[in-house]
């Protein structure tokens, strides 16, 4: 099955600086890939995704960049800020909307005032 | 995702007994998905579910652990004879293309 592996584990950086973490996969077939950002005691909220026929996407301040040939896809925040201080989680799934997500392990991003 | 609704919030139970989890998919979802998250840990899939119909059970426990998503009425995520490790955050995301998830239940074993 799929397995998703995650860097770095924790993360802090000055506000007004950029983060970025990294996610790598290992099946072939995945095609979806979400980021979830989950604050402490709350529901993983859906921040950001992208699908495997593009290379790169951007909302705001956060964008994700996809290499499917090296099987690896990253999270870009810039213009941090203290808000962003939080858990975020990168997923895999084979298919948009019809089967299940394999996580990440989670990075805590800490954003020094 | 504000939609997705979970009750309990929160679950105490002891050893042995049961525990029932609920939770109510967006409206105009059929997809309905179980996560359990242990402490400082990411989220595991447990349990796919349709109206009626389960999809895939993959990341369920073979034991004391069941799901069903009744024609009417919430999913329901069952525990039978609880045990300590159960203790965790149970998520359920409903989903017509991307996944949105509920609050959670915490759930206590003492």
Redesign the interface.
Known sequence: ?ENVEQHPSTLSVQEGDSAVIKCTYSDSASNYF?W?KQELG?????II?IRSNVGEKKDQRIAVTLNKTAKHFSLHITETQPEDSAVY?CAASIS???????????TRLTIIP | NAGVMQNPRHLVRRRGQEARLRCSPMKGHSHVYWYRQLPEEGLKFMVYLQKENIIDESGMPKERFSAEFPKEGPSILRIQQVVRGDSAAYFCASASYEQYFGPGTRLTVT
């Open positions: 099955g979400p979830y709350k529901r993983p909220q859906l995704d989680f948009f909307g019809n089967e299940k997500l394999t996580f990440g392990t989670g």
